[in-house]
Nanobody
Framework: QVQLVESGGGLVQAGGSLRLSCVAS????????MGWFRQAPGNEREFVGT????????VYADSVRGRFTISRDNAKNTVYLRMDSLKPEDTAVYYC????????????????WGQGTQVTVSS
């Protein structure tokens, strides 16, 4: 089992920045790939980005590429999502997720999920 706890969400003006954190426990962190997803009201949960176990590989959704950056610190069991140049359409609940093995952009491939953190971007 893997437990995930996100933090760092909040209210920010358009153009601003936020950094989300997700702390994992229950499994050796370096053995799990991590992903970030988001869900806006009335929408399905969508892929934001993912990072490999050793942080060598990252993949981003087209909508956030160039604005968002995923990183991880395996010594701290933590994955981060740095969000810059935020837009109102980035408003959503953001979830981190974990899966053993390689990265994936498909939410159904992830076995463990955090509770989510709200990000609201005002115009």
């Amino acid at each position: 089992q893997v437990q995930l706890v996100e933090s760092g969400g909040g209210l920010v003006q358009a153009g601003g920045s936020l950094r989300l954190s997700c702390v994992a426990s229950g499994r050796t962190f370096s053995t799990i790939a991590m992903g970030w997803f988001r869900q806006a009201p009335g929408n399905e949960r969508e892929f934001v980005g993912t990072i490999s176990r050793n942080a060598y590989t990252t993949v981003y959704a087209d909508s956030v590429r160039g604005r968002f950056t995923i990183s991880r610190d395996n010594a701290k069991n933590t994955v981060y999502l740095r969000m810059d140049s935020l837009k109102p359409e980035d408003t959503a609940v953001y979830y981190c997720a974990a899966r053993e093995g390689s990265i994936s952009i498909n939410r159904d491939d992830y076995d463990y999920w955090g509770q989510g953190t709200q990000v609201t971007v005002s115009s």
